[in-house]
């Protein structure tokens, strides 16, 4: 928040992907106090499960070493590229991966207990079709709610987890009609 401040920035969107979902989030609200107007804040293949489900799920990661993290980001299709690195590089990765996702755990699990302010910019939430994440019925997508006053969903018919760089012709259409009234 400090640093889009500092460019002198006063309109912005926010992307939040997977556990990045959490400083998104975090920094509309800062940006916010600091008078800095939020007008999105995308939410990609995250939905808030309950606290205790936050709560287990960073107890998990918290329990695996940093080369079983690194070999499940590597079987699930989203982080091919650690395999080719050598085994001290590839646990580094597990490491950090585990630093985030705890922390944005942590983050949601707090969020989900005090029920903090809603964020007054729109929430557009894209999931996949064949991400596993986000599976489920779709009441679990109407959990934004919690966030946001207005939450706009955009089911993509196909991809998964990482479907940024992986179907990227059906994540920016999601991500341009909502930013196109803006």
């Given at each position: ?14 992307w ?17 106090e ?12 995250q ?45 580094h ?5 585990r630093?985030?996702c705890?922390?944005?755990?942590r ?9 903090p ?38 089911d ?27």
């Amino acid at each position: 928040a400090a640093e889009i401040v500092a460019r002198g920035l006063t309109r912005v969107m926010l992307w939040g992907h997977s556990s990045g979902a959490a400083p998104a989030i975090e920094t509309a609200r800062r940006l916010t106090e600091r008078g800095v107007r939020v007008t999105r804040v995308f939410i990609g293949a995250q939905l808030l499960g309950t606290a205790d489900e936050r709560g287990a799920a960073a107890a998990e990661l918290t329990a695996l070493g940093d080369a079983e993290i690194a070999a499940r980001l590597t079987a699930d299709s989203g982080y091919t590229e650690l395999a080719e690195l050598n085994e001290a590089h590839a646990e580094h990765i597990g490491a950090a991966y585990r630093h985030d996702c705890v922390a944005a755990h942590r983050y949601l699990r707090a969020a989900l207990q005090s029920a903090p302010p809603k964020l007054a910019a729109p929430l557009p939430l894209a999931v996949a079709a064949y991400d596993p994440h986000t599976a489920g019925p779709p009441e679990r997508h109407r959990d934004p709610l919690l966030l946001a006053d207005q939450v706009e969903l955009h089911d993509l018919a196909a991809g998964r987890h990482y479907f940024p760089p992986t179907p990227p012709h059906e994540a920016a259409p999601a991500v341009l009609r909502a930013a196109a009234p803006v």
